[in-house]
């Protein structure tokens, strides 16, 4: 926990029925995994997904009222090195921005973790990337530094939730369960024993296209 | 897929969260596992779940709509051992009856899965119990026989829907998932790639106290 109540959590994190969170064979062409994107269908059709790419219009149902929740009070992000992009091994040069353009939709410092060295990146509209290669601890620390009392919302993807979640270190996930089966992938929850590190589900939502579920960590 | 329609499915059949359908350490105090009582929440509640002890009253909103069409037109059950009672090993007698007293809430042959031959055993209301030998596929044969064109009902438990499923034989799912973390225990779909199985999810209905989804396999 941060001071004064601000969580450590993550929000609008997809997962199919049989608790996969991406798809197999990720890649360029397929950032999410094959099929991947069948887990986002719920997220893609609201304003808030809409207003992070710069649009207007979108539904304002309850699965754009779960996204928007997603987004408020949040002062820093940490992300894995693959939800920041598709580069692996050491940077060629830096080039690579992130998949959002010029404006990413961050608007806090976003902490990515890699093992390799890059300076900070800031870019327009407030987000700036900066590049942790000392592991999640220090990820977690300095972004609750950053936050200023504002909550740190863990972007994902699987591997860094799993992490996370081992370490014991998320307090709330707000996850959108999809009626869809994904058989492989990236599973978020497998030989992870969530009861034993003292989860519980505190809320279930059912929205348009997704079953919105609040797993919170006990005190 | 039996004669004229009829259907392989399984009803009513509740998992947490993270996908167990029962809890761990099964045993005659526990025979859903520890913990496993919370899985059938949304069941005991129910209208359906009253007739089937004998008694009135019950709620009978969308859980209880969920749990009466399971008993629609189902002319055969099939169960494993383990959901006929506590007995393991070669029968010492035929003095277990199942857990249900004299009058099971079946109503038509019940097709019990041992290794350990035991003579057919008729209760009172229709229900007969009869002891299967030679594996899944034989139950099934003498099931739809049984059904008289009616659908096969599989009880479970988790151990004989996963033979079913993985034998690609269950026409339709109704799973009631429960908002809990179970944690551990015995798992519906761990290492069963359903997609490939050829299952997709064609409806979900919010209960008040599970969240029910159907996963039928295409044709």
Not at 56 to 79: H, K, P, Q, Y
Not at 115 to 123: G, I, K, N, V
Not at 165 to 183: N, T
């Amino acid at each position: 926990m941060t001071a004064a109540g601000a969580k450590i959590r993550v929000g609008s994190f997809s997962i199919s029925l049989d608790g996969f969170g991406a798809g197999p064979g990720q890649d360029l062409q397929n950032p999410l995994g094959v099929r991947g994107p069948e887990l986002m269908e719920w997220f893609v059709s609201t304003r808030a997904w809409r207003r992070m790419q710069g649009e207007s219009g979108g539904e304002t149902g309850v699965d754009n009222g779960m996204a928007e929740r997603g987004f408020e009070d949040v002062g820093a992000w940490i992300l894995g090195r693959n939800m920041f992009g598709p580069v692996r091994g050491p940077w060629p040069d830096h080039s690579w921005r992130g998949w959002w353009g010029e404006e990413p939709p961050y608007h806090t410092p976003v902490f990515v973790l890699t093992h390799h060295a890059r300076p900070p990146l800031p870019m327009a509209g407030g987000t700036e990337f900066r590049f942790v290669t000392d592991g999640i601890e220090s990820a977690l620390r300095q972004a609750r530094d950053a936050a200023g009392g504002r909550d740190v919302r863990i972007g994902g993807g699987v591997a860094t939730i799993r992490q996370y979640l081992r370490a014991r270190l998320i307090d709330d996930l707000h996850l959108a369960l999809r009626p869809v089966l994904m058989g492989s992938g990236e599973h978020l929850w497998r030989d992870i024993d969530l009861r034993a590190l003292g989860y519980e589900c505190v809320e279930t939502v059912a929205g348009e296209r997704a079953t919105h579920v609040i797993l919170r960590r006990r005190a």
